[in-house]
């Protein structure tokens, strides 16, 4: 939850833009004006359509990319543009998972890759090998069966999992999963997102999480921000949102089915007062209309 | 009879298999497809979904057993080129698709391929490109576009082929839910007009769309049947820590509730019928 005694956000973005190939006929305006805050210790949502900027607004959170004139990005009360900012000192911070694990992967085993940044943390190698072998455990793959494993023969689920591996290996304060949990299999996302999860609310990590998936969404974030061509669309609590879904439509994105039933028993005048974000929550809400 | 159009006997597949560490990715897979079937294949990571495709159209060969599309074994060379043109394919990771530097270069590539003339190859990429929503990006570069974006243009691509067997691994999971609606809607009009959809996913509100699901489990088909069928192994599936659509999770707890609910309705429309039935049968008596 967000806690209103921190004076200063963790990060904060404002009137941020960014053009891709700036100066060249492919020039592409991605961002055209995006405007959020994320408190340390918070969860936030980061959804909209196709396209429409989420992988290159968290790519500025880890100095990936650098804000330019007009936008601001203030990461712990730095401004990201200052070039003296010591991006290696922010990516032991922020950790980054890539849509793409493949782009995060180069080593050519496992167990190595996911040791890379423990390494550059300096942990000895007794650490490092605690450090991967808790990563692994974390995201589900087996150590003894995959450390060894060639990183490129893995499934596209494993290849995720060792993708995010590689990144709670450096126990980071902020975790940004960028549609990290695509192609992972249900029993490993549901097992995944509780650890994330516990990491998030015992441990104090912020967390920022991009989906596609508004199921997920609504079940692991406190806050979301709707993102539309570029620009700050909606933002609220994660129930203020899914209680839009006509303005969500809009922007191509949904709610959770549970979310829509109980919209449509809405509809037909049954009085379901809160919208419910998970099927724990509608089970509660269906049975107490079923028996009143 | 109708034949099947792919025929799968007896597959057995190990990568590696000549060495030390062979991994067996398929284990006795026996399996047909018929003509105008849209079937859905799920299965936790590793389980062997993309191994069995990339066997569909030659990809990957069995290291025991064979596979026949349309009766052609995908071991005789000679027909290799005639089963990738009947089998398209929508790669689970859609840069490995990428070939060309411009989007409508990319999409016209497979067809291209195939020597279709430049008349209906236009066609056929305007086509491919407004089923995916693409056509504002055909002058971009693939390699620059967003991941759904990618996703798309993968999907125009192996559309473009018009292949008469779809194979979809994955191939949604990027896209916002619109964009997903927009995919599966063209998909299920491709099937109506007769072509074959083989759709791998882990969301099983697709799952739904299929008329029969196969599920496998360490290399092994485990269990099949209609989606119906499937999801009211609620048990079962908790076993195998399959997900079920939300609608049948929520269906299920309230049949725990009260054994006369329905355990295993699949759509919002069903589960939101039967509840507002209650209450007038309720305000009846
Ligand atoms: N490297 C790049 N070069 C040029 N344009 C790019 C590049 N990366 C992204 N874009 C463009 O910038 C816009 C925003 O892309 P971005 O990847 O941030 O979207 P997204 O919201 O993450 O989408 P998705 O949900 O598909 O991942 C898109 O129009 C995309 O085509
Ligand atoms: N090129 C390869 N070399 C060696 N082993 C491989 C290779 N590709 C896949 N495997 C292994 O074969 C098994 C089956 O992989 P496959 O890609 O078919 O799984 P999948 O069911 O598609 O999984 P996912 O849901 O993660 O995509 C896995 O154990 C995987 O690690
Ligand atoms: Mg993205
Ligand atoms: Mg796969």
């Given at each position: 939850?967000?806690?209103?005694h921190?004076?200063q956000?963790?990060?904060?973005?404002n009137?941020?833009?960014?053009v891709y190939?700036?100066?060249?006929?492919?020039?592409?305006?991605a961002?055209?004006?995006?405007t959020?805050?994320?408190?340390?210790?918070?969860?936030?949502?980061?959804?909209?359509?196709?396209?429409?900027?989420?992988?290159?607004?968290?790519?500025?959170?880890?100095?990936?990319?650098?804000?330019?004139?007009?936008?601001?990005v203030i990461?712990?009360?730095?401004?990201?543009?200052?070039p003296?900012?010591k991006?290696?000192?922010?990516?032991?911070?922020?950790?980054?998972?890539f849509?793409?694990p493949e782009?995060?992967?180069?080593?050519?085993?496992?167990?190595?890759?996911?040791?890379?940044?423990?390494?550059?943390?300096?942990?000895?190698?007794e650490?490092?090998r605690e450090r991967v072998?808790?990563a692994?455990e974390?995201?589900?793959l087996?150590f003894?069966?995959?450390?060894?494993?060639f990183?490129?023969?893995?499934?596209?689920?494993?290849?995720?999992k060792a993708?995010?591996?590689?990144v709670?290996a450096?126990?980071?304060?902020v975790?940004?999963?960028?549609?990290?949990?695509t192609?992972?299999d249900?029993?490993?996302?549901?097992d995944?997102?509780?650890?994330?999860?516990?990491l998030?609310?015992?441990?104090?990590?912020?967390?920022?999480f991009?989906?596609?998936?508004?199921?997920?969404v609504?079940?692991m974030?406190?806050r979301v921000?709707?993102?539309d061509?570029?620009?700050?669309?909606?933002?609220?609590?994660t129930?203020?949102?899914f209680?839009?879904p006509?303005?969500?439509?809009?922007y191509?994105?949904?709610v959770?089915?549970?979310t829509t039933i109980?919209?449509?028993l809405?509809?037909h005048?049954?009085?379901i007062?809160?919208?419910?974000?998970?099927?724990a929550?509608?089970?509660?809400d269906?049975?107490?209309?079923?028996?009143s | 009879?109708?034949?099947?159009?792919i025929?799968?006997e007896?597959?057995h597949?190990?990568?590696?298999?000549?060495s030390?560490?062979?991994?067996?990715?398929l284990?006795?897979?026996?399996?047909?497809?018929?003509?105008g079937?849209?079937?859905?294949?799920?299965?936790h990571?590793g389980?062997?979904?993309?191994?069995?495709?990339?066997?569909?159209n030659?990809?990957l060969?069995?290291t025991q057993?064979?596979?026949?599309?349309?009766g052609m074994?995908?071991k005789?060379?000679?027909?290799?080129?005639?089963?990738?043109s009947?089998?398209g394919m929508?790669?689970?990771i859609?840069?490995n698709?990428?070939?060309?530097?411009?989007?409508?270069?990319d999409?016209?590539?497979?067809p291209?391929?195939?020597?279709v003339?430049?008349?209906?190859?236009?066609e056929?990429?305007?086509?491919?490109?407004?089923?995916?929503?693409m056509?504002?990006?055909?002058?971009?570069?693939?390699?620059l576009l967003?991941?759904?974006?990618k996703?798309r243009?993968a999907?125009?691509?192996?559309m473009?082929?018009?292949?008469?067997?779809?194979?979809l691994?994955?191939?949604t999971?990027m896209?916002?839910p619109?964009?997903?609606?927009?995919?599966?809607s063209a998909?299920?009009?491709?099937?109506?007009?007769?072509?074959?959809i083989?759709a791998?996913?882990?969301?099983m509100h697709?799952?739904?769309?299929?008329?029969?699901?196969?599920?496998?489990?360490?290399?092994?088909?485990?269990?099949?049947?209609?989606?119906r069928?499937?999801?009211s192994?609620?048990?079962?599936?908790?076993?195998?820590?399959?997900?079920?659509?939300?609608v049948?999770?929520?269906?299920?707890?309230?049949?725990?509730r009260?054994?006369?609910?329905?355990?295993?309705?699949?759509?919002?429309?069903e589960?939101?019928?039967?509840i507002?039935?209650?209450?007038?049968?309720?305000?009846?008596?």
């Amino acid at each position: 939850m967000k806690d209103t005694h921190q004076a200063q956000p963790f990060i904060q973005v404002n009137d941020l833009h960014h053009v891709y190939l700036r100066g060249t006929p492919l020039e592409v305006t991605a961002l055209k004006g995006v405007t959020l805050e994320i408190y340390e210790g918070e969860s936030i949502g980061i959804i909209g359509r196709t396209g429409a900027g989420k992988s290159t607004i968290v790519q500025h959170f880890n100095g990936l990319l650098r804000a330019r004139q007009p936008g601001k990005v203030i990461l712990e009360g730095q401004d990201m543009s200052d070039p003296s900012v010591k991006v290696k000192a922010i990516r032991q911070k922020v950790g980054l998972v890539f849509q793409h694990p493949e782009q995060q992967l180069f080593e050519r085993l496992v167990g190595d890759d996911i040791a890379f940044g423990p390494k550059r943390l300096g942990l000895s190698r007794e650490e490092r090998r605690e450090r991967v072998r808790w990563a692994m455990e974390m995201v589900g793959l087996d150590f003894e069966r995959f450390k060894d494993r060639f990183t490129f023969s893995l499934s596209g689920g494993e290849m995720r999992k060792a993708a995010i591996a590689g990144v709670l290996a450096l126990q980071p304060k902020v975790l940004i999963l960028d549609e990290s949990t695509t192609g992972v299999d249900p029993r490993g996302r549901k097992d995944l997102l509780a650890r994330i999860l516990e990491l998030h609310r015992h441990h104090g990590m912020t967390l920022i999480f991009v989906s596609p998936n508004m199921e997920e969404v609504a079940s692991m974030v406190d806050r979301v921000y709707v993102i539309d061509d570029g620009r700050t669309a909606m933002s609220g609590t994660t129930r203020e949102i899914f209680d839009r879904p006509d303005d969500l439509r809009q922007y191509g994105l949904g709610v959770p089915q549970v979310t829509t039933i109980a919209h449509q028993l809405r509809e037909h005048s049954l009085p379901i007062t809160r919208t419910p974000l998970t099927v724990a929550e509608a089970a509660e809400d269906v049975w107490k209309i079923l028996n009143s | 009879m109708t034949e099947p159009i792919i025929r799968i006997e007896n597959v057995h597949f190990a990568y590696n298999a000549q060495s030390e560490n062979p991994i067996v990715a398929l284990t006795d897979i026996n399996l047909e497809v018929m003509p105008g079937e849209y079937l859905v294949i799920v299965g936790h990571n590793g389980s062997g979904k993309s191994t069995l495709a990339k066997h569909l159209n030659a990809l990957l060969l069995p290291t025991q057993g064979d596979v026949w599309v349309n009766g052609m074994n995908t071991k005789n060379g000679a027909h290799t080129l005639t089963i990738r043109s009947t089998v398209g394919m929508v790669f689970q990771i859609p840069d490995n698709q990428i070939v060309a530097t411009v989007v409508e270069e990319d999409v016209a590539f497979g067809p291209a391929n195939l020597g279709v003339p430049e008349d209906e190859l236009r066609e056929r990429i305007d086509w491919a490109l407004d089923v995916v929503d693409m056509q504002n990006f055909r002058h971009r570069a693939p390699h620059l576009l967003s991941a759904g974006q990618k996703q798309r243009v993968a999907i125009a691509g192996a559309m473009a082929l018009k292949p008469q067997v779809l194979i979809l691994d994955e191939s949604t999971s990027m896209l916002d839910p619109a964009g997903r609606e927009e995919v599966l809607s063209a998909v299920r009009r491709l099937n109506q007009a007769g072509t074959t959809i083989i759709a791998i996913t882990h969301y099983m509100h697709e799952a739904v769309e299929g008329d029969r699901i196969v599920v496998m489990e360490a290399a092994r088909t485990v269990t099949q049947g209609s989606p119906r069928e499937v999801f009211s192994q609620v048990e079962e599936l908790r076993a195998l820590q399959l997900d079920v659509p939300q609608v049948t999770e929520l269906s299920y707890a309230l049949h725990q509730r009260d054994e006369t609910f329905p355990p295993n309705l699949l759509t919002v429309e069903e589960i939101v019928a039967e509840i507002i039935r209650r209450k007038e049968l309720e305000v009846a008596t």
